[in-house]
């Protein structure tokens, strides 16, 4: 864990420990955010001690390469610097299951709601149960304190077990859409895992949720966001073909930039797509079918 202190001390970075600044917080060193921190003092961008991960409170999450490249601005000697530092390190990022699996109580077959909010976004329930998975959430399903009603149960698998899980709401007055699983109720964080990952081969197309997954099919994964962990990183380093396929928001497309960013360094080819769709999750028949010709063919 000391290799990225010495290495950052050897090229003459400030940094700060926990407890030395108060944006630095144990299992992180501190530093100053070359994209929005210079020059205001504030060590806002966190370096994971044990997964090399970087993340500012501010503009969020970066790759240690484009770090130490905005820093050496020399990028073959940033690439060397981030495949040393990380030797050893990403594939500790593979975390063990850490507790006992807790799912609502209560799951049952897909009822005719929730087939039908299914169906009204063109979705076939029975596949959608078959492939991934998915079941129905009525009125009486708890999981700890908490009371889940009307939801799909949307389970996240590695290796074919179910190891975390988030549900999606099928009430359309409901604002809080989905509700994931807490820590103490995934046996791995959702946030190190690729859903849909069980199902990918050569290739993958990277989207943001569950309902894009679902409309491209196996071979496509998703981050359950836009923000995405250096453990997916690692994982999708492994694909030697990777498609980007955000939503087509300003923002969302920034973030499949960095995610294209993060990857550059690893072998295989990287690509950002842009679709006309708002979101993959309701893309055309015949949009799916071209980036299925493009990537997954």
Same mark, same amino acid.
């Given at each position: ?12 970075? +400030? #940094? ?104 009204? %976004? ?18 009486? /399903? #708890?999981?700890?304190? %908490? ?9 996240? *698998? ?7 899980? #988030? #549900? %999606? ?40 949720? @569950? ?6 099919? @196996? ?10 962990? *250096? ?11 990777? /498609?980007?396929?955000? +939503? ?6 920034? %973030?499949?930039? *960095? ?16 679709? +006309?769709?708002? +979101? ?8 799916? *079918? ?8």
């Amino acid at each position: 864990m000391n290799d990225i202190i010495n290495t950052l001390n050897e090229l003459g970075v +400030d #940094t700060r420990s926990p407890g030395e600044s108060p944006h630095v917080t144990a299992g992180w060193i501190g530093v100053m955010c070359p994209w929005c921190g210079e020059g205001t003092g504030k060590f806002g961008l966190g370096i994971n001690l044990r997964s090399l991960c970087c993340s500012c409170w501010k503009c969020g999450h970066h790759s240690l390469y484009a770090y130490l490249l905005e820093i050496t601005r020399v990028s073959h000697k940033a690439y060397q610097i981030a495949n040393d530092l990380k030797k050893g390190v990403l594939f500790d990022t593979e975390v063990k299951a850490r507790t006992k699996l807790v799912i609502p109580f209560g799951l049952e077959p897909m009822s005719e709601s929730h087939k039908h909010y299914l169906k009204e %976004r063109r979705f076939n329930p029975d596949e959608i149960e078959r492939v991934w998975g998915v079941q129905g959430i009525s009125v009486f /399903a #708890t999981v700890g304190e %908490r009371t889940l009603s009307w939801r799909l149960y949307i389970p996240i *698998q590695q290796n074919s077990d179910v190891v975390s899980w #988030t #549900t %999606r709401s099928i009430n359309p007055d409901e604002k809080r859409r989905y509700i994931n699983a807490k820590a103490e109720e995934e046996s791995i964080p959702k946030s190190e895992l690729l859903y849909g990952g069980d199902l990918a081969r050569h290739a993958v197309i990277v989207c943001e949720g @569950p309902s894009d997954v679902w409309r491209i099919g @196996p071979g496509a994964v998703a981050t359950m966001g836009v923000s995405y962990s *250096q453990a997916q990183v690692t994982k999708l380093s492994r694909f030697p073909i990777r /498609a980007i396929c955000f +939503d087509s928001d300003p923002k969302a497309q920034e %973030r499949a930039r *960095q995610l294209r960013d993060a990857l550059l360094p690893f072998p295989g080819q990287t690509s950002v797509v842009t679709i +006309d769709a708002e +979101d993959p999750g309701s893309m055309s028949c015949h949009e799916v *079918q071209l980036l299925h010709k493009e990537f997954l063919e």
